[in-house]
């Protein structure tokens, strides 16, 4: 089987950096995606780790352990429109499919 | 115009009814996906699709069935609705080497009654 946990919420004020976690337990691991929505769109792409190590895209930043099957994306400079759900998503078995974790909603407050 | 376009973007409909959702992109990926998603459940995989004669069930495919029309068209059908298929629909699109990053449409709201 395949899972992957994350917190259902966080909260943080504009301007901070907030990380969000994600642990999984896989029979076969592929790397770790994280997406981004915001109240009930469409998911959008964040970044991916294939290897372990930091990825940065701007503001945007996601670690990957394999070896502690834990990552994580890192959010600075927070801003209002951050606010939104972000889930972690791995391959599963095959690299066919993503399996999601729950997500975790992120409320940033003035 | 948008890359994954999805209709209806909202639907009402009634216990029994067969409902069809539709799918269409123009981003010319061979992979594509129907999600449901539920308040605190994620995004959970129904069917997908890696060409036109390549269908596959997902985690939650009892009650659904597919249809790939076209490279470009994938469409979802209840066959008699019920309830607990309230929900909002999503299909998304991906190419052959690229599971990782999928490319969402903007969803279907659907509410059997």
């Known amino acids: 089987g395949q899972s992957l946990e994350q917190p259902s919420e966080v909260t943080a004020v504009e301007g901070a950096i907030v990380q969000i976690n994600c642990t999984y337990q896989?029979?076969?691991?592929?790397?770790l995606s994280w997406y981004q929505q915001h109240d009930g769109g469409a998911p959008t792409f964040l970044s991916y780790?294939?290897?372990?190590g930091l990825e940065e895209t701007g503001r945007f930043s996601s670690f990957l352990s394999r070896s502690d099957s834990y990552g994580y994306l890192l959010l600075q400079e927070l801003q209002m429109k951050d606010s939104a759900s972000y889930f972690c998503?791995?391959?599963?078995?095959?690299?066919?499919?993503?399996?999601f974790g729950k997500g975790t909603m992120l409320l940033v407050s003035p | 115009d948008a890359d994954v376009t999805q209709t209806p973007r909202n639907r009402i409909t009634k216990t029994g009814k067969r409902i069809m959702l539709e799918c269409s992109q123009t981003?010319?990926?061979?992979?594509m996906y129907w999600y449901r998603q539920d308040p605190g459940l994620g995004l959970r995989l129904i069917y997908y699709?890696?060409?036109?004669?390549?269908?596959n069930k997902g985690e939650i495919s009892d009650g659904y069935s597919v249809s790939r029309q076209a490279q470009a068209k994938f469409s979802l059908s209840l066959e008699s609705a019920i309830p607990n298929q309230t929900a909002l629909y999503f299909c998304?699109?991906?190419?052959?080497?690229?599971?990782?990053?999928?490319?969402f449409g903007p969803g279907t709201r659907l509410t059997v009654l």
């Open positions: 998304a699109t991906s190419d052959s080497a690229g599971v990782n990053e999928q490319f």
């Open positions: 896989t029979s076969g691991f592929y790397g």
């Open positions: 780790n294939a290897l372990d």
């Open positions: 998503a791995s391959p599963r078995s095959g690299y066919s499919t993503l399996t």
């Open positions: 981003k010319g990926h061979d992979r």
């Open positions: 699709s890696f060409d036109v004669k390549d269908i």
